[in-house]
T-cell receptor, first 114, second 116 residues
């Protein structure tokens, strides 16, 4: 079965510091997309970053970047210069084979300490 | 970016009544829409996938006669919770996908349903 594992239920980071959230997945596909979504207290799901598996280069969006290790099936999210507004639940996800529906991880709650 | 709206944002209904939740893609055509349920402090649980003009595909364990999904147009899907009971109280989220190339889903803001 295709799965997504987020092994850190909760993480804390000091404001302005860097934190890395881990995500591993299991797929037999060779080409796929991976996503990180943020869900703040408002509960609106917001796309943080997207990675295309066939691209060697790690995706970057301002303070957010990924470390994509295809062979290891690892897709970690690095948040640099953490801000109070980064406090949220973070979900890793990817589309199930042959479909457009997502398989979500269990989420990591990120706390940012002032 | 693509915007998805949901209405209502909050609803309280009495046990035994039905409630309808609307999901609209405001600035793009959604070929596929998804309905999720989220319990407190948990991940999103996919309930069903709907394509415009087709019957919804329900996930295992989801009662299709209780959670009626209609995807009448490329911009509107509705979820009707029939004969609601307190255990149906939850946070319901819809999402829409229009870009078949990137597989990206755009999420609505969610609806909090409370059944008394």
């Amino acid at each position: 079965a295709q799965t997504v594992t987020q092994s850190q239920p909760e993480m804390s980071v000091q404001e302005a510091e860097t934190v890395t959230l881990s995500c591993t997945y299991d797929t037999s596909e060779s080409d796929y997309y991976l996503f990180w979504y943020k869900q703040p207290p408002s509960r609106q799901m917001i796309l943080v970053i997207r990675q295309e598996a066939y691209k060697q280069q790690n995706a970057t969006e301002n303070r957010f970047s990924v470390n994509f290790q295809k062979a290891a099936k690892s897709f970690s999210l690095k948040i640099s210069d953490s801000q109070l507004g980064d406090a949220a639940m973070y979900f890793c996800a990817y589309p199930a084979s042959g479909t457009y529906k997502y398989i979500f991880g269990t989420g990591t709650r990120l706390k940012v300490l002032a | 970016g693509a915007v998805v709206s949901q209405h209502p944002s909050r609803v309280i209904c009495k046990s035994g009544t039905s409630v309808k939740i609307e999901c609209r893609s405001l600035d793009f055509q959604a070929t596929t829409m998804f309905w999720y349920r989220q319990f407190p402090k948990q991940s999103l649980m996919l309930m069903a996938t709907s394509n415009e003009g087709s019957k919804a595909t329900y996930e295992q364990g989801v009662e299709k006669d209780k959670f009626l999904i209609n995807h009448a147009s490329l911009t509107l899907s509705t979820l009707t919770v029939t004969s609601a009971h307190p255990e149906d109280s939850s946070f319901y989220i819809c999402s829409a996908s229009g870009d078949r190339g990137t597989y990206e889903q755009y999420f609505g803001p969610g609806t909090r349903l409370t059944v008394t």
